[in-house]
């Protein structure tokens, strides 16, 4: 069984800085791509990055140049970098992984629990 563990949320106030984290443990062959959503109340779940086994990154527009996405192979974990955040940032945080494990060999998609984040005076 895998499970995806997010850590790093809380209170910041407008124009600060927050590093999630989400670690994977378990019976984990490979890890594929991993990315960040998040979902603000009222609102759908969007994805914010996404990084790959090569570590290619992608962001939503609305992140770019604030958020940086980046992964640790060693100690299957996926880290987000947010700076300069705004009220607009406010929102429930969860991250998502695509791995193989040794009796899933086609990649499964994994979700963590989710980290509340909110940007606020």
């Known amino acids: 069984q895998v499970q995806l563990v997010e850590s790093g949320g809380g209170l910041v106030q407008p124009g600060g800085s927050l590093r999630l984290s989400c670690a994977a443990s378990?019976?984990?062959?490979?890890?594929?791509?991993m990315g960040w959503y998040r979902q603000a109340p009222g609102k759908q779940r969007e994805l914010v990055a996404l990084i790959t086994s090569g570590s290619t990154t992608t962001y939503v527009n609305s992140v770019k140049g604030r958020f940086t996405i980046s992964r640790d192979n060693a100690k299957n974990t996926v880290y987000l970098q947010m700076v300069s955040l705004r009220p607009e940032d406010t929102a429930v945080y969860y991250c998502n992984g695509a791995i193989a494990t040794p009796s899933r060999r086609v990649p499964f998609e994994y979700w963590g629990q989710g980290t509340q984040v909110t940007v606020s005076s």
């Open positions: 378990g019976s984990i062959s490979n890890i594929y791509a």
